[in-house]
């Protein structure tokens, strides 16, 4: 293996410890304990999940947690009105709403209904607007994306200059995390369903980020020799071996990528463990700001 290993579980675990003892800290002070609330809509497994998740970090690092669960038939109005409720309670200092939502709901104004400075999910319009422009920065970055950026400078990876490409165009990370790499100052193409010859193209990226959910999609020798490469797929490959009868693997393959690449981030244990310490980075953020 060629590749430096880029331990997404060591770099979230070395984030929780400074953002608990930074939440110790305004606590000693007599500060309020930060707050999250989070807002599952339905009863999707995977979303209980992520949800269950976020509340346990939150207890280990001593931050409130807060948990909303509506029906899956709940209307428009019932979803805003509770995050108006908890825009107005000020024990609460970050609002989560699990997405996605049930399909007869409107995303874009329940996110645009969370106040701005507790989007810690970095989703409202104006935080994503801020983001996109040069010289204005927004509040909060969406997790799972800062994570990503902040692997490749905890890593030592120079982007500044570099030829980035992002593989997928959710709102939720692609988007995002192309965003970030322009302000790092990186020279970034966006490939999706439509873009032409995507080997070719990723062949000339410095940096590589693929999230475009589909397993192992990108293949070891459409690597630039040396180049970075974060993972965020989470895609199942069956496995007889194991006793849920398959494995977690990326969009990349990992074991050709590795070959060629100068750094990788495994899948699991890369990316994953990286989005919910950066919410919980965001959530301490945003308890600092509304208790200065």
């Not at 947690?65 to 970050?94: C, I, K, M, W, Y």
Request: hydrophobic content about 40%.
């Amino acid at each position: 293996m060629t590749a430096k290993l880029i331990d997404g579980k060591a770099i979230a675990q070395k984030v929780r410890e400074e953002v608990k003892a930074e939440v110790e800290k305004m606590v000693a002070a007599g500060k309020p304990r930060p707050g999250l609330a989070t807002v599952l809509v339905g009863d999707r497994v995977d979303s209980a999940t992520y949800v269950r998740m976020k509340q346990k970090a939150c207890a280990e690092l001593g931050i409130e947690s807060f948990g909303h669960h509506l029906p899956a038939d709940a209307s428009q109005e019932e979803v805003e009105g509770l995050v108006r409720e908890l825009n107005a309670d000020p024990r609460v200092n970050g609002i989560l709403v699990q997405l996605p939502l049930p399909s007869h709901l409107d995303e874009e104004k329940v996110l645009q209904a969370i106040d701005l400075e507790k989007d810690v999910d970095g989703f409202h319009p104006i935080n994503i607007g801020r983001l996109a422009q040069k010289g204005r920065e927004p509040l909060f970055v969406p997790c799972t994306p800062y994570g990503c950026i902040y692997l490749l400078k905890e890593a030592g990876v120079q982007i500044d200059g570099a030829n980035a490409v992002v593989l997928g165009r959710s709102n939720i990370v692609g988007m995002p995390a192309a965003l970030l790499l322009i302000a790092e100052n990186a020279t970034v193409t966006v490939c999706h369903s439509h873009t032409r010859n995507i080997p070719e193209i990723v062949r000339q990226a410095d940096i590589l980020i693929a999230a475009i959910g589909k397993r192992e999609f990108v293949r070891g020798d459409w690597i630039k020799p040396g180049a970075a490469v974060i993972d965020v797929g989470i895609n199942q490959k069956e496995d007889p071996t194991k006793k849920r009868g398959y494995r977690l693997v990326g969009d990349v393959n990992f074991d050709e990528a590795k070959e060629v690449a100068g750094w990788i981030t495994p899948v699991p244990g890369g990316v994953g463990p990286m989005t919910i310490a950066m919410l919980m980075k965001n959530t301490l953020r945003a308890a600092q700001i509304q208790n200065p």
